[in-house]
């Protein structure tokens, strides 16, 4: 019986996350203008802290590709087992402009492509 630690999984699923996220970020025109601040502040969080982020931002992500696609949902459904701050956090994502989504796809884009050398291609 094979046994894979769960960093594992959750490395697989950051790369999915990454490469999602970039080819939203590639769909959008682009800023030229790196922020460096916000940047600076993602180097800080903890990995599970970044794999929430990155979770977070690709629900999002995925919500705001779907309302173009298909219908209308106004927020990510709150997750009972999230605390109730993550879920609000996660609501708030909603009320963004797609110029700040974008660069904060790309901060965490940039952070997990810091982070993890081999996702970038």
């Given amino acids: 019986m094979s046994w894979e630690p769960s960093w594992m999984d959750d490395r697989l699923t950051m790369r999915i996350h990454y490469d999602e996220l970039r080819t939203f970020l590639d769909s959008l025109p682009s800023n030229e203008t790196p922020r ?3 940047r ?4 800080r969080l903890a990995d599970v802290q970044l794999r929430e982020l990155t ?4 629900d ?4 705001r590709i779907t309302n173009t696609l298909e219908k209308e949902v106004f927020q990510v459904s709150p997750n009972e ?4 701050k993550r879920n609000h956090a996660r609501g708030r ?3 963004l402009p797609i110029s700040r989504m974008r660069d904060l796809t790309a901060d965490v884009v940039h952070e997990l492509g810091r982070r993890y050398p081999d996702f970038i291609v």
């Fill in 81 to 84: 087992v999230f605390h109730p």
């Fill in 36 to 38: 460096q601040g916000p």
């Fill in 60 to 63: 999002e992500v995925t919500r």
């Fill in 93 to 95: 994502l909603a009320t």
């Fill in 55 to 58: 979770e977070d931002v690709f």
């Fill in 40 to 43: 600076e502040k993602l180097t």
